[in-house]
């Protein structure tokens, strides 16, 4: 038993020392960190409420004991006219009267019409639902954060691959300035262009990394894990569109909303209860001080009829505006959510578009710019052009980059909105 407890709690130090090898490392960290545990609390507390409506569907006991004392003799349990007289023709029995008695005994009461009771069992089983759609949205939510932080990490450090080969060109482009300026082919200032061209590169792998461990902070805050470097992850199916399900923990609990206003009405209702009492009372007769124990039982229907509740009338009035209210909440978030989902749909074919756009740029820019380093040792393009193709294509690169995190952002959203399984579209 030790030994499984040390292997539970050094598993995530071993997770965080080795090295994470795919996406599914991360999501199944993510399942036993407290911000999914904290869902599963919230179930568990809608489950403990069904329950709880449900238990006013049994019968309820209690035992009792009671000490009674009167200023006169009273009687210890109820007795028909004939048993009187025959107490009072013999007045040498003990009589089951006494200034003091003790009772003790059994009580029984359930319900046995009561209409509010069964909305509001209802009521409780839609809760438990919101609450377990919520548990799973919300892992949704989790899920596509860790992907496009991932993809936003990927970004960052090809856009960092890429500022290092810039600057490895431009180091390269020094050497053979420096020779230049020897030989009094070119301006010292051209040195200087160069040399601000690598600090620029310097102060732009700082600012990356400053976003870098944002990101790093982001995936670590949900599943516990430091990433070193990105994941490579690969998409195996996509979003499917429907229903937006999303919403279904705000539909279930729009059903509870009402549910809880037709219960709250019902409570104006009559009601029905069954009710029964065992008694044992002790206590010394007052005619003659002798020992005397009876019991009886008593069992009754209970009708209650209510005539005037305020505060009934307050809880109704506070229940249907939760629930139209919810109503409400429901068609204004299925209005902006539609909207969204519409917007993504475009935005991701665009990106894609733009995707394979930026692909044949870069590759265009590349060879541009090899031209450009030729022609610059020729002296047929200046410093300020050669500098320029440098920019242009590191600005493509980051543009091409960005899309492709903007890809795998947009197809995270969508999955969310439709309620699809995360792990069945990227590994």
Request: proline share 3%; no cysteine; glycine share 4%.
């Given at each position: 038993?030790?030994?499984?407890?040390?292997?539970?709690?050094?598993?995530?130090?071993?997770?965080?020392?080795?090295?994470?090898?795919?996406?599914?490392?991360?999501?199944?960290s993510?399942?036993?960190?407290?911000?999914?545990?904290?869902?599963?609390?919230?179930?568990?507390?809608?489950?403990?409420?069904?329950?709880?409506?449900?238990?006013?569907?049994?019968?309820?006991v209690?035992?009792?004991?009671?000490?009674?004392?009167?200023s006169?003799?009273?009687?210890?349990?109820?007795?028909?006219l004939?048993?009187?007289?025959?107490?009072?023709?013999?007045?040498?029995?003990?009589?089951?009267?006494?200034?003091?008695?003790?009772?003790?005994?059994?009580?029984?009461?359930?319900?046995?019409?009561?209409?509010?009771?069964?909305?509001?069992a209802?009521?409780a089983?839609?809760?438990?639902?919101?609450?377990?759609?919520q548990?799973?949205?919300?892992?949704?939510?989790?899920?596509?954060?860790i992907?496009?932080?991932?993809?936003?990490?990927?970004?960052?450090?090809?856009?960092?691959?890429?500022?290092?080969?810039?600057?490895?060109?431009?180091?390269?482009?020094?050497?053979?300035?420096?020779?230049?300026?020897?030989?009094?082919r070119?301006?010292?200032?051209?040195?200087?262009?160069?040399?601000?061209?690598?600090?620029?590169?310097?102060?732009?792998?700082?600012?990356l990394?400053i976003q870098?461990?944002?990101?790093?902070?982001?995936i670590?805050?949900?599943?516990?894990?430091?990433?070193?470097?990105?994941?490579?992850?690969?998409?195996?199916g996509?979003?499917?569109?429907?229903?937006?399900?999303?919403l279904?923990?705000?539909?279930k609990?729009?059903?509870?909303?009402?549910?809880?206003?037709?219960?709250?009405?019902?409570?104006?209702?009559?009601?029905?209860?069954?009710?029964a009492?065992y008694?044992?009372?002790?206590?010394?007769?007052?005619?003659?001080?002798?020992n005397?124990?009876?019991?009886?039982?008593?069992?009754?229907?209970?009708?209650k009829?209510?005539?005037?509740?305020?505060?009934?009338?307050?809880?109704?009035?506070?229940?249907k505006?939760?629930?139209?209210?919810?109503?409400?909440?429901?068609?204004?978030?299925?209005?902006?959510l539609?909207?969204?989902?519409?917007?993504?749909?475009?935005?991701?074919?665009?990106?894609?578009?733009?995707?394979?756009?930026?692909?044949?740029?870069?590759?265009?820019?590349?060879?541009?710019?090899?031209?450009?380093?030729?022609?610059?040792?020729?002296?047929?393009?200046?410093?300020?052009?050669?500098?320029?193709?440098?920019d242009?294509?590191?600005?493509?690169?980051?543009k091409?980059?960005?899309?492709?995190?903007?890809k795998?952002?947009?197809?995270?959203?969508?999955?969310?909105?439709?309620?699809?399984?995360?792990?069945?579209?990227?590994?």
């Amino acid at each position: 038993m030790k030994k499984i407890l040390m292997i539970f709690l050094l598993s995530p130090i071993l997770l965080r020392a080795q090295e994470v090898k795919n996406i599914g490392q991360l999501f199944d960290s993510l399942k036993s960190q407290p911000v999914s545990l904290q869902d599963e609390f919230r179930v568990q507390q809608a489950l403990t409420g069904k329950q709880l409506a449900y238990s006013k569907l049994y019968p309820k006991v209690d035992l009792f004991g009671r000490y009674d004392h009167s200023s006169k003799a009273a009687a210890m349990l109820p007795l028909p006219l004939n048993d009187l007289f025959a107490y009072k023709a013999d007045e040498t029995r003990a009589q089951p009267f006494s200034e003091n008695i003790f009772r003790i005994g059994t009580s029984i009461s359930m319900p046995v019409l009561v209409a509010s009771i069964f909305p509001m069992a209802a009521k409780a089983k839609k809760l438990v639902q919101s609450a377990e759609d919520q548990k799973y949205i919300n892992l949704l939510k989790n899920e596509a954060i860790i992907v496009g932080a991932n993809a936003n990490l990927t970004y960052l450090q090809a856009l960092n691959k890429a500022l290092e080969k810039k600057k490895s060109s431009l180091s390269k482009t020094l050497e053979f300035v420096h020779i230049k300026v020897n030989n009094g082919r070119a301006p010292e200032s051209s040195l200087l262009k160069i040399n601000d061209g690598l600090h620029q590169i310097d102060i732009l792998k700082n600012e990356l990394a400053i976003q870098q461990e944002g990101v790093i902070s982001v995936i670590k805050s949900l599943t516990g894990i430091s990433l070193e470097k990105p994941i490579n992850i690969e998409q195996v199916g996509t979003y499917q569109a429907g229903v937006i399900k999303s919403l279904d923990p705000l539909r279930k609990k729009v059903d509870a909303n009402k549910l809880n206003y037709r219960a709250e009405k019902e409570k104006l209702l009559p009601s029905l209860m069954l009710q029964a009492n065992y008694t044992n009372s002790f206590a010394k007769s007052y005619n003659n001080n002798q020992n005397i124990n009876k019991d009886y039982t008593t069992a009754g229907l209970v009708l209650k009829v209510p005539l005037f509740a305020k505060d009934q009338y307050a809880h109704i009035k506070k229940s249907k505006l939760d629930f139209e209210s919810s109503q409400n909440d429901l068609q204004k978030m299925s209005i902006e959510l539609e909207a969204q989902a519409e917007e993504l749909q475009k935005s991701l074919l665009l990106i894609e578009s733009s995707i394979q756009l930026y692909k044949q740029s870069v590759e265009d820019k590349d060879q541009l710019l090899a031209i450009a380093k030729v022609s610059y040792k020729t002296d047929e393009i200046s410093m300020e052009d050669y500098l320029k193709y440098e920019d242009d294509l590191i600005l493509e690169k980051s543009k091409l980059f960005k899309a492709k995190a903007q890809k795998w952002q947009t197809l995270m959203k969508l999955s969310v909105i439709y309620g699809n399984n995360i792990e069945e579209i990227v590994k």
